[in-house]
């Protein structure tokens, strides 16, 4: 027989493995309490476990930066400079991606990708290419990297 006990708030948690005949549930809780309770024990007639749905979410992302420490989703309303961003950037690493699909989602891709000098798109790549998937970082094509973010 193996006994195990919990706290889980107010309660105290008892299980007990190995049993091939089990005593009522009052008599064994009038034993197990006797010294605890001055009252009446009361027991509760056996109940079957209902699973419980799970319901899906998006992973927590916790990041570490100098102008923010917690979930990303707080973060993101501070971004205001490419510094920021940048640092932001750096402390998701593999988890980039979650930002870029906030930041490029808002964005008309067209008329973002046409705004821009050859050399602001060479920036473009300057900054976020360690971050793109290898076919869109070889196309150095901006309004490609908008679409593919926004369409995730």
Do not use: H, W
Request: aromatic share 10%; proline share 6%.
């Amino acid at each position: 027989m193996n006994i195990k006990t919990f706290k889980d708030g107010e309660r105290l948690v008892i299980v007990v493995e190995g049993l091939t005949t089990f005593p009522t549930d009052e008599s064994l809780l009038k034993g197990l309490l006797s010294g605890i309770s001055d009252g009446d024990v009361e027991a509760y007639p056996e109940a079957d476990a209902i699973p419980l749905p799970v319901a899906e979410e998006e992973p927590c992302i916790i990041v570490g930066t100098s102008f923010y420490a917690g979930p990303l989703d707080g973060a993101l309303p501070l971004i205001d400079s490419v510094k920021k961003e940048l640092e932001l950037l750096s402390s998701l690493g593999d988890n980039a991606e979650l930002y870029l699909r906030y930041k490029f989602s808002k964005l008309d891709a067209d008329a973002y990708a046409s705004k821009l000098s050859v050399q602001q798109k060479e920036k473009f790549f300057e900054t976020y290419g360690k971050y793109l998937p290898a076919p869109l970082l070889e196309e150095k094509d901006v309004k490609k990297v908008i679409e593919y973010y926004s369409e995730c």
